[in-house]
Nanobody
Framework: QLQLVESGGGLVQPGGSLRLSCAVS????????IGWFRQAPGKEREGVSC????????MYSDSVKGRFTISRDNAKNTVYLQMNSLKPEDTAVYYC???????????????????WGQGIQVTVSS
């Protein structure tokens, strides 16, 4: 059974950092592109970042570019999202998602992904 589990969220002050992890089980991460998404109360889901199965292709939304870094460790079946210089507007539930289609690099469109984690809360507040 394919499963994705996010961890590393919590409460952080503005300007602080968090590292989210997305641990996958039930499949080999090597063949899957991973996306990170977030949804704040009353807002639509937003694609934050994604990484191709090889790790050679990455993408970031304009709102996080230069502050967030996505990476993957296929040996540990885990994808990371390092979040620096956090702002109150980064507050949201963060989700990771996976897709294993051939020739699919990655996408910021959540509809492109088949498998989702349960989400984890990130709150940026003083």
């Amino acid at each position: 059974q394919l499963q994705l589990v996010e961890s590393g969220g919590g409460l952080v002050q503005p300007g602080g950092s968090l590292r989210l992890s997305c641990a996958v089980s039930g499949f080999t991460l090597d063949y899957y592109a991973i996306g990170w998404f977030r949804q704040a109360p009353g807002k639509e889901r937003e694609g934050v970042s994604c990484i191709s199965s090889s790790g050679q292709f990455t993408m970031y939304s304009d709102s996080v570019k230069g502050r967030f870094t996505i990476s993957r460790d296929n040996a540990k079946n885990t994808v990371y999202l390092q979040m620096n210089s956090l702002k109150p507007e980064d507050t949201a539930v963060y989700y990771c998602a996976a897709d294993g289609r051939e020739n699919f690099y990655c996408s910021g469109d959540g509809d492109e992904y088949d498998y989702w984690g349960q989400g984890i809360q990130v709150t940026v507040s003083s």
